[in-house]
């Protein structure tokens, strides 16, 4: 099956380096990435907080990233993984946040 997907141009000039290097074709290394990933567990949605019955999370190499903990009280199920629309989610939530402390809704009369 033949798919079309839009990688950002920098990921994929390194994508398309790295697999030269390695003497493998570019679409050998998106096939393996996929067969990885169906092959994982699945990641939980950001509506639900406990795993499945019986499995354990495994842990990965963003598990002490503050910057996750933060972005996360921002992102939203559904969006799509842009880092435009990620910045802009951030941005409005923060400045949400930043409004109703300058403003808390007691202090008006």
């Given at each position: ?61 963003f598990d002490n990233a503050a910057w996750l903990d933060i ?15 990620i910045r802009e989610a951030i941005a409005t939530g923060w ?15």
């Amino acid at each position: 099956m033949k798919a079309t997907l839009d990688i950002p141009d920098e990921l994929y000039r390194r994508v398309k380096a790295r697999s030269a290097i390695e003497g493998r074709p570019v679409r050998a290394v998106a096939v393996e990435l996929f067969e990885h990933w169906v092959e994982s567990p699945p990641v939980l949605s950001q509506t639900s907080s406990l795993p499945p019955v019986g499995t354990e999370r495994q842990p990965t190499r963003f598990d002490n990233a503050a910057w996750l903990d933060i972005a996360q009280r921002y992102i939203k199920p559904g969006m799509r993984h842009d880092l435009g629309e990620i910045r802009e989610a951030i941005a409005t939530g923060w400045a949400t946040e930043v409004a109703a402390k300058l403003n808390p809704p007691d202090a008006n009369p």
